[in-house]
């Protein structure tokens, strides 16, 4: 199938690649049916694009609201939590077993602009060497506020620096992608060619530093990492893992460690392990625990709000 398609003032013919959604489920029944809705109203073609959820042994009937409101989207109902990247692995293989031109990853709690899919690849397309490609990740609770659009990786000291829009990427108003060193994980879309050359996700990982790690090894294959400037998605920011707090710290800091250890190069590492036990763990034990707080306080309020309303 192939279209005619304008990009900035570039007009030219495009064939439509096939693209896979691949969405981690676990728990997050409403997060994934407001996802999904998003999803069925994307501006691409429907022959081209498949869904599937991965669910991870749910017990909130997320398998039965899927098959039920949506029965088109394909379902992996696994025996039992597999984690984030095993069950990624899975709609990977799956897409590649089916020969899709491109895999989008996608978190549960993810929805997206309508057209967001079709400018993602139309900028894939324009280029071989374009690999990892992902939209600016907006603030769900504030829809105009970006969240993230990518960062800089430090392996000196094993920061990920957010970057900035208008200062560090996009400064130019011209500007319709920007190449950054990662981007984060919710919504990445990725050629089918790049899992060919590096292989999928690494399962040490778990959860969390998967696509920092995805990203460099990608990179360092020849593979440019960007951001597309119009492509949105909304973002509600680890709605599930802020269920488990002092997990998610514990991964945090455990994957970053295992992160510089795969990828720092020696002289990089001699910096960064005696930064990461003095500025690393310290900070992450007082920002951790001042940010769970924060969380428990959050939900007590939304409670007492649904109490009051009853």
Same mark, same amino acid.
């Given at each position: 199938?192939?279209?005619?398609?304008?990009?900035?003032?570039?007009?030219?013919?495009?064939?439509?690649?096939?693209?896979?959604?691949?969405?981690?489920?676990?728990?997050?029944?409403?997060?994934?049916?407001?996802?999904?809705?998003?999803?069925?109203?994307l501006?691409?073609?429907?022959?081209?694009?498949?869904i599937?959820?991965?669910?991870?042994?749910s017990?909130?009937?997320?398998?039965?609201?899927v098959?039920?409101?949506?029965?088109?989207v394909?379902?992996?109902?696994?025996?039992?939590?597999?984690?984030y990247?095993?069950?990624?692995n899975q709609?990977i293989?799956?897409?590649m077993e089916?020969?899709?031109?491109?895999?989008?990853?996608?978190?549960?709690d993810?929805?997206v602009?309508?057209?967001? &899919? !079709?400018? /993602?690849?139309?900028?894939?397309?324009?280029?071989? $060497?374009? @690999?990892?490609i992902?939209p600016? =990740?907006? *603030?769900?609770?504030?829809?105009?506020?970006?969240?993230?659009?990518?960062y800089?990786i430090?392996?000196?000291?094993?920061? &990920? !620096?957010? /970057?900035?829009?208008?200062r560090d990427?996009?400064? $130019?108003? @011209?500007?319709?992608i920007?190449? =950054?060193d *990662?981007?984060?994980?919710?919504s990445?879309?990725?050629?089918?060619?790049?899992?060919?050359?590096?292989?999928?996700?690494?399962t040490?990982?778990?959860?969390?530093?998967?696509?920092?790690?995805? $990203?460099v090894?990608?990179?360092?294959?020849?593979?440019?990492?960007?951001?597309?400037?119009?492509?949105?998605?909304?973002?509600?920011?680890?709605?599930?893992?802020n269920?488990?707090?002092?997990?998610?710290a514990y991964?945090?800091?455990?994957n970053?460690?295992?992160?510089?250890l795969?990828?720092?190069k020696?002289?990089?590492?001699?910096?960064f392990?005696?930064?990461?036990?003095?500025?690393?763990?310290p900070?992450?034990?007082?920002?951790?625990?001042?940010y769970?707080?924060?969380?428990?306080?959050?939900?007590?309020?939304?409670k007492?709000?649904?109490?009051?309303?009853?």
């Open positions: 199938m192939t279209k005619k398609i304008m990009y900035g003032t570039t007009s030219y013919t495009m064939d439509i690649p096939s693209v896979l959604i691949a969405i981690v489920n676990w728990n997050g029944k409403d997060d994934l049916l407001e996802c999904l809705a998003s999803i069925m109203k501006n691409y073609p429907k022959d081209n694009c498949k599937l959820v991965i669910d991870n042994k017990n909130d009937g997320s398998q039965a609201a098959s039920l409101y949506y029965p088109e394909s379902l992996i109902e696994n025996e039992r939590n597999l984690g990247v095993r069950a990624v709609g293989a799956y897409g089916r020969e899709i031109d491109y895999i989008w990853v996608f978190n549960n993810v929805a602009e309508k057209d967001s &899919l !079709k400018r /993602l690849i139309e900028v894939g397309q324009q280029d071989e $060497n374009i @690999g990892v992902a600016v =990740v907006y *603030s769900y609770s504030n829809p105009e506020t970006i969240d993230n659009i990518g800089k430090n392996f000196w000291t094993g920061r &990920l !620096k957010k /970057l900035k829009c208008g990427i996009f400064r $130019n108003k @011209g500007d319709e920007a190449k =950054v *990662s981007i984060l994980g919710c990445n879309l990725i050629k089918t060619s790049v899992f060919k050359k590096i292989g999928s996700f690494q040490i990982y778990g959860v969390y530093f998967e696509e920092t790690d995805f $990203n090894r990608a990179a360092q294959k020849g593979f440019r990492v960007v951001v597309v400037k119009e492509a949105r998605v909304w973002h509600k920011n680890a709605s599930t893992m269920k488990f707090i002092f997990r998610r991964l945090l800091l455990r970053l460690f295992l992160f510089e795969l990828n720092a020696l002289m990089h590492l001699l910096v392990i005696p930064y990461y036990f003095f500025i690393h763990i900070y992450f034990l007082l920002r951790g625990g001042i769970g707080l924060l969380v428990k306080l959050t939900e007590r309020k939304r007492e709000k649904q109490q009051n309303n009853f």
